[in-house]
């Protein structure tokens, strides 16, 4: 980038909210999962004001922006692919409002998840998006991957809380979108179309989100199975009770040892999988809602159970679930990640054919995540050797073709970005892709920002 361009950039944001050396521009070309290239500026704006200077003069200099929270993506969507800026939210990090009487909350796209749900709290209120990422990423980074969590289940995911967006366009316009009300329906929604989008739209520079009442009290549930069929079987008798918990998440064999060797929490022997359920209301709904949950474990095969109502023991009930994505690298330094969704009835299919691949292949294939809404992390660890990325490319397509064989999706939280963007016409038809790079011709004409991410390089040049 010249060095005239860099310096009206800096009489924008100021200097001290611009990165230029080699060593800073390079801790931003990568993300949780994904290298890319690194940007030739790295830039902290502080207002929608400063991300609408800096979109006009990409236009008219042609380079590429990329938008970025905390980096904590799992598909390479905050990695630049061809230099450009590198836009980061850290600073615009503001909760601006807490609307008690009508539970909304407006906040800057920097502020970490974690922390609006424990500012809500204070007020009685709850922000559910979960993602297990919440502690360190943003909520502009969830409202562009529109983030879920074991929460999902009972509550929805990050798009069911966005009432409303301030953006700027990739030309530099700024937008309002959406409203502060429970209910709006005047024109197109685009606050869904931009929630999701990947950065790849608009830039989200403030965001309304809906709150609701803070539960009041919780039960946590750690359920062991001799069979994965057990625990699948179980989970859908749950849903058929009527009864809808907060979480129902689940492991398979392989994490399970996975874990064990890791951080033990005194698996019982031969267990096949496992399911962590969480129930939420008042007092008197939570014991009844336990009850029936206990009676539909024990007629469905459980090998043995743990309940609590005290939030210090759930956590260590908690634990191997929070530690198994760490745990994981124990068996190989490389994992390709997935988190496909099947129908719940279809999970000891999709299941079965994991270990079978697994078997086939040589490699170790896990599968762990939220059971309740059939969305499955699979994590496929290997080694740094060129034969078992040649077999984690071959197991990614058959776990694609299976997931929509059985009539599932190929991402439910993680969204595309690079790592993915090869994949995504084995799930859209053309007819849809082409509708989609129609639209982001529309909004980004001389596709400035975000480029490289989401479409096959053929779709949007054709
Ligand atoms: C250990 C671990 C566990 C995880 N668990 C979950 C999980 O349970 N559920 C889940 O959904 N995800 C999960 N993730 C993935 C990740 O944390 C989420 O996608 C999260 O929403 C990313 O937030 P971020 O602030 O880090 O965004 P980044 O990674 O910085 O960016 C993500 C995308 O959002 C875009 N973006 C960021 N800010 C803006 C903005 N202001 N305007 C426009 N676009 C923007 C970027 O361009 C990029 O495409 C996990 C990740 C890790 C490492």
């Not at 919440?134 to 009972?154: D, F, M, Q, W």
């Not at 908690?318 to 994981?328: E, G, I, K, N, V």
């Not at 660890?381 to 058959?398: C, G, L, S, T, Y």
Request: overall charge neutral; proline content about 5%; hydrophobic content about 40%.
């Amino acid at each position: 980038m010249e060095k005239h361009v860099i310096e009206k950039i800096e009489k924008i944001v100021g200097k001290e909210n611009v990165l230029k050396s080699y060593e800073e521009r390079k801790c931003y070309s990568f993300d949780a999962r994904a290298q890319g290239a690194i940007p030739d500026l790295v830039v902290f704006p502080l207002s929608s004001f400063h991300v609408s200077e800096v979109l006009r003069i990409a236009n008219e200099y042609k380079f590429p922006v990329v938008p970025r929270g905390q980096g904590s993506g799992v598909t390479g969507g905050a990695v630049p692919t061809s230099g450009g800026v590198v836009m980061v939210f850290t600073k615009m990090n503001r909760i601006k409002e807490i609307d008690k009487e009508n539970l909304i909350a407006i906040v800057e796209p920097g502020v970490i998840t974690y922390d609006l749900q424990e500012e809500v709290k204070k007020y009685g209120l709850f922000y559910p998006p979960d993602p297990a990422s919440h502690r360190y990423s943003t909520i502009g980074g969830n409202v562009a991957e529109c983030a879920g969590g074991p929460n999902s289940l009972k509550y929805g995911v990050t798009r069911d809380y966005v009432l409303g967006l301030e953006v700027v366009l990739p030309t530099g316009e700024i937008m309002r979108t959406g409203v502060r009300t429970m209910k709006g329906v005047v024109g197109y929604d685009l606050t869904r179309l931009f929630v999701g989008s990947e950065g790849t739209l608009c830039v989200i520079t403030e965001i309304t989100l809906k709150l609701i009442p803070l539960p009041e009290s919780k039960a946590t549930i750690l359920a062991f199975f001799r069979e994965v069929e057990d625990a699948a079987v179980c989970v859908s008798k749950i849903i058929a009770e009527r009864i809808v918990p907060a979480v129902m998440e689940f492991m398979d064999k392989a994490s399970i040892i996975c874990i064990e060797r890791a951080n033990p929490i005194g698996v019982p022997e031969n267990t096949g999988a496992l399911l962590l359920i969480e129930v939420d209301g008042d007092r008197a709904s939570v014991r009844s809602q336990v009850e029936k949950i206990v009676s539909v474990l024990k007629e469905k095969g459980v090998s043995e159970f743990r309940v609590t109502y005290d939030p210090i023991e759930a956590e260590n009930l908690w634990l191997a679930r929070r530690t198994l994505s760490q745990a994981t690298y124990n068996l190989n330094p490389i994992k390709i990640a997935e988190d496909v969704v099947v129908p719940r009835s279809k999970i000891p299919v999709l299941i079965r054919k994991l270990e079978e691949l697994s078997g086939r292949l040589g490699i170790p294939i896990l599968s762990f995540g939220h059971a309740g809404d059939g969305n499955f992390h699979v994590s496929i660890m290997i080694k740094d050797e060129p034969q078992d990325f040649k077999k984690a490319e071959e197991a990614v397509r058959e776990i694609f073709r299976e997931t929509l064989r059985l009539k599932g999706t190929i991402s439910g939280e993680h969204g595309i970005g690079i790592l993915k963007a090869d994949y995504i016409d084995m799930e859209l038809s053309q007819e849809a892709l082409s509708v989609m790079a129609k639209i982001k011709k529309l909004f980004d004409p001389n596709n400035i920002l975000n480029p490289g991410k989401i479409f096959p390089k053929h779709i949007l040049s054709g």
